[in-house]
């Protein structure tokens, strides 16, 4: 079993682009559901379904090409709305756990909130 089902799900990703795998199942959970639809809105991921049971998640179509996790079950890192990093290149996407919900680093910084660092995708 994982401490970190997010952290299991983004390499899971990163690994099944690397290998160019057309799909893949990652255990579902309603961060790791929200972590797909940040993926899917930015072009990283095709299509994302929950099985009917609702324990697993099928990710079609993952282009990645590699992904730093921030914040980790024993180190979390925090961010106030004026030091958000901008990533590696101008297609990263750092996902940012905020009082709103997650939030990449462009529409955190728009909106003026900080949260957690939860991981660097490009």
Known sequence: MTNSLYCDLLI???????????SFTAINSNFSRDICEKLKKYGFIGEFTIDEDGHTLTVTNPVISDVQILSKP???????SSNIPWGKSNKSLI????SLGLLSQKEASAKKVGGELIAEIW
């Open 12 to 22: 899971r990703v990163k690994n099944a682009s690397l290998s160019k795998r057309k």
């Open 74 to 80: 024993g180190r979390h890192l925090y961010v106030n």
């Open 95 to 98: 996902i940012i756990s905020t």
